[in-house]
């Protein structure tokens, strides 16, 4: 029971002795501004990709499993051809997926792993009267 006496004593005194140091040396916090001086927007720590870049680039990586693009518009799909061909993924299957469809614009960017008959063929399906760009 000493003890217990003895350590409550203890820390009762240690107590006053922080709080007596607290009032004698008042500490101002540090503040650091969230954004850059003069700037209007938050700093920015770290990049960050767009949505539809990184949608673009998943689907790229898995475009064998694509089984149409219908309905896509042709700019999206001249995009997702050069992140196909980027990636190095165009195969005739895949060159189908750009073709089909009579689109206005057709960019094949990497055709070098594409067999000639397959690929002869779907250019063939693909020029139509609404073809203004062949690449």
């Known amino acids: 029971v000493q003890g217990r006496a003895a350590a409550l004593a203890a820390r009762s005194e240690k107590i006053q002795d922080g709080s007596n140091k607290a009032a004698a040396e008042p500490q101002a916090p540090r503040w650091v501004p969230s954004r850059q001086p003069g700037s209007a927007r938050p700093a920015a720590q770290v990049e960050v990709a767009l949505l539809s870049d990184i949608c673009t680039d998943l689907l790229a990586h898995h475009v ?44 094949l960017p990497d055709c070098t792993a594409l067999q000639p008959v397959p690929f002869a063929a779907a250019l063939k399906d693909c020029a139509t009267p609404r073809l203004e760009r062949l690449e």
Not at 71 to 93: N, T, Y
């Open 64 to 107: 064998e499993d694509i089984e149409s693009l219908w309905g896509l518009p042709d700019s999206i799909k001249v995009r997702l051809a050069a992140a196909v061909g980027k990636q190095r993924r165009m195969s005739s299957e895949a060159a189908r997926l750009f073709t089909e469809g009579a689109p206005t614009e057709v960019v």
